[in-house]
């Protein structure tokens, strides 16, 4: 989704003390003639990087992740999007052994392999149950240009920063701050609020798009926001590469922060 206007994101924490362990994974895609072999490589090597992830953590695909991804248009690529995601749990420092086969399976469609061994990292400690969030999205299927409000409910007070996740984009494009923003520069919140917040909206508001230059068969797009939550605020830049993120995400001490996730989907409008 972009965001029409201004910004939007999501939140989660992580711990600053961390163990790192050295697991063998395997990943696999199948793909048809027409989808480039190297990108096919990439998904099956993301598969794998998120089994080496999932080992250590044991964070696996949420029900929300399953129950969004049989309701979008292009199941594969959403499944694929909540499985990347959803190894932000962990941090991946290197990669040795890594082996890459591509073989064919039926009706011309191929199929990659990928083996390799991953030194993870795994935040040390565990979460304070008190020091939590709700998040809510005012709907989780939106058509292209649509408003886009979020509803924060903290436990108790807590600085608050919500990012947003472009699994299209490459680079810094992919992870975005979207609040606090030049329009709504509220950092630290005790009760619930929603964003934009009341004194926001009289200055912007957070519009869905459908992303421009899609493929015309994509009917539809997974995107993701998350709401990071410290018991004090964090000096973060306002964009990061997915690995940037997942690597900042893995510092912060798992006891003074929270993560919470949330998906949407975006219709692509009448052409």
Known sequence: MRILVTLVCLLLALPFSASADWVHAEGSYTFPPVMPEAEACQAAEDRARSEAV??????????EDVMRCSEQGDEAECAHNSMVWTAVSGDIRAIRGRKIETVPEVEG????LVS???????????????????VGLNNSVFRDGEPLVVTLKPSQPMAVQIFQWLPYEKGDAQISRIFPNQFDDVKHIEKPITVPTTA??????????????????????????MVVATRKPRDLRDNYSLDEFRRLLSELPRQDSRIVRRSYNIVRGSE
């Open 54 to 63: 999932r080992q250590i953590t044991g964070e696996t695909l949420s029900s």
């Open 109 to 112: 469609y191929r199929k990659c």
């Open 116 to 134: 390799l061994e991953a030194d993870v990292r795994a935040a040390e400690g565990q979460p304070d149950p008190s020091f939590t969030i709700g």
């Open 200 to 225: 926001g909206a009289k200055r912007y508001d957070l519009k869905v798009g459908f992303p421009i230059g899609m493929l015309p068969g994509r009917k539809m797009v997974d995107e993701y926001l």
